[in-house]
């Protein structure tokens, strides 16, 4: 199996296992669905931004062989899937935005 391969499965693995977590960690006036599709969303984008940047950055400078080796591969997911992590819990505790509709 390629580290691509490897890395979409962890990443796959990683928002199914997210589905308790998140209902637990929610702000009590978020539904449960709004709390995990946010928390979803903005995984998402950072994680692909990341994986996109760092790895092009990898290649440029010319660090793609650390990724045969596990250790760098596994510091290279620790550095996407972690700030992703924490930006999506983030955003999924803050309590829902209510706008005041207009008289």
């Known amino acids: ?12 693995a ?5 589905m ?6 929610r702000h009590p006036d978020q539904k449960p669905v709004a709390a995990y599709l946010i928390f979803l969303f903005m995984f ?16 440029a400078i010319g ?3 650390l990724f045969g080796e596990v250790m760098g591969t596994i ?5 996407i899937f972690i700030p992703a992590f924490l930006m999506a ?4 505790r803050k309590p829902p935005w209510r706008s005041r509709v207009p008289p």
């Not at 199996?1 to 796959?12: A, K």
């Not at 950072?46 to 940047?53: D, E, K, P, Q, R």
């Not at 510091?75 to 550095?79: D, G, I, K, S, V």
């Open 20 to 25: 308790p977590y998140v209902n637990r960690i």
């Open 44 to 59: 998402l984008i950072v994680s692909a931004v990341l994986y996109g940047v760092l790895g092009w950055l990898a290649s």
């Open 89 to 92: 819990r983030w955003l999924a």
């Open 75 to 79: 510091t290279f997911l620790a550095l």
């Open 63 to 65: 660090l793609a062989l």
């Open 1 to 12: 199996m390629s580290e691509y391969t490897i890395s979409i499965l962890v990443w796959i």
């Open 14 to 18: 990683l928002l199914v296992a997210a």
